[in-house]
Each structure stands twice: as C-alpha cells, then as structure tokens.
C-alpha cells in the first residue's frame, strides 16, 4: 500500500504546492508542507489541508496511519479468534470502542472559535471539521472494511453460490444509505446523533453491507464486472488525488 499510496502522494503534494505559488500566487504556509510531507497533517486545523490546492489530499495522511493501525488491530483480534464469530465480536469491540473515544476527543480537543467558518479560508474550515474528523472516527471506517471482507471471505470458504438474495440484500443497503443521506446530510457539517461528518459511521456501515453482498449477487456482480468499471477501478487512486487541483486550477484562470 505504500508504494502504491505514497509516491502519487508526493508528487501531487509538491506539484500542486508549485502550481499554487507560481499561477495562483498562493503562499507557502510551509508548517503544512513539512506536517504532509511526514504524514501528521490531519492532528491540527492549521496543518489538516496540507495543500490549499489541492485539499482532497487531507485523506491520505489520516489513511497511512489507518494502515499502520490496521494489523495491530487484527493481529489482537486473531491471535486468539479460532472462528469466524469470535474474528467479527473482535472487530465490533474494536468499532464500539474507537466510537466511545468520540465525545471524549470532542470534549478535549474541541477548537477555538476565533477565525473560525469556511469563509476564512481552508484553515478556518479545519476549525470546523476538527476534531469531529480524527483518526478513531476515520479508522471506524477502515474497520468496517475489514468487517466486510472478513463476511465475504467466510462466505466463499463456505462455497457460497450466487443468489438473488444478495442482489436484495446490496440493493437494500443502498438504497437506505441513498435516502439517508437525503434526508440527514448536510456535508461537512457534523451530524447532530454520531457527530461525525457525512453520516459516519452509520453511512460507512450501509455502504460496506451492500458492497459484502456484491460478490454473491447475479445481478449486481456481472453489472459492476463491466469494461467500463474494470477500467476506472485501477485510475480510480489517481483520478481522486488529481481532479480537485485541475477543477481549481480551471475555476480560476476562467
């Protein structure tokens, strides 16, 4: 994951620190280039958007250490789960503990309010974001990850065959996630039950149970088999990291 992740990741750091100074006159704010270039932007509002260019990239360092976190946590859980049921109570150990560490975070690290609202700059936007996005809230979502391939590894060790009943299942899991956030979500506003951004937990778990059921549907499967998809799931890594610093480049020279 490393060499996948972290060479784009460089690259499009410094390029898009570059373009900023040279075409759109930005300032360096050199604090967030140091804290991105070793991965520590996302533990303060100052540092959280490590490129004004290119803000997206405030994902990958919350990522990286999500991946370092990730088999420590597993190694605790199966050194002793012998089955599947004892792997997943791990796992739902782990969820329910991270999300108690929420309102405590909240309560302690909770910013200032002075230059604080988007329309101070990216910055100011930080302010509001933090410390309802932290690592415990972002590795909830890594977990219900491994959640949901620990449910589709069990299921083909068992010789599961394709039924319809998994196409039901992802499009119901969907379909609650769709109106959820229809009816709940104000983006990048914390939501008022989980306090956390974009519905998570809650829309991370929808969404990871309609994707574990993917694999044993008819429908759905042969669907997201298509050329097309197979094509942008591997320019997916880079469509995300390059598209933002092209719109804002675009926006302004327009």
């Not at 690259?11 to 991965?39: C, E, H, M, N, P």
């Not at 930080?126 to 391939?149: E, V």
Request: proline share 5%.
């Amino acid at each position: 994951r490393a060499a996948r992740i972290l060479p784009a990741y460089y690259l499009i750091l410094i390029l898009s620190t570059l373009l900023a100074v040279q075409i759109l006159d930005f300032k360096i704010v050199w604090s967030r280039i140091v804290s991105g270039v070793f991965l520590v932007s996302h533990f303060h509002w100052n540092t959280f958007f490590a490129s004004e260019l290119d803000p997206p990239l405030w994902t990958i360092t919350l990522e990286i250490w999500s991946y370092i976190l990730l088999p420590i946590v597993l190694f605790s859980i199966f050194w002793k789960a012998r089955t599947v049921k004892a792997a997943a109570i791990g796992m739902g150990i782990w969820i329910v503990f991270l999300q108690s560490l929420q309102p405590l975070i909240i309560k302690f690290f909770m910013t200032d309010d002075y230059l604080k609202g988007w329309e101070w700059g990216w910055a100011g936007g930080a302010k509001l974001w933090l410390p309802y996005w932290n690592l415990a809230s972002f590795f909830t979502q890594f977990l219900l990850g491994a959640c949901a391939a620990l449910y589709i590894s069990h299921k083909k060790s068992k010789g599961t065959q394709p039924s319809r009943k998994y196409d039901l299942l992802s499009l119901a899991g969907s379909l609650v996630a769709f109106v959820l956030i229809q009816v709940r979500l104000i983006p990048g506003v914390p939501d008022a039950i989980t306090r956390q951004p974009y519905l998570s937990p809650v829309y991370a778990a929808l969404v990871a149970f309609a994707l574990a059921n993917v694999p044993f549907s008819r429908f759905l499967g042969n669907f997201l088999e298509m050329r097309f998809f197979k094509r942008v799931a591997p320019l997916s890594f880079g469509l995300y990291l390059w598209h933002y610093m092209i719109m804002q480049i675009w926006q302004n020279k327009m």
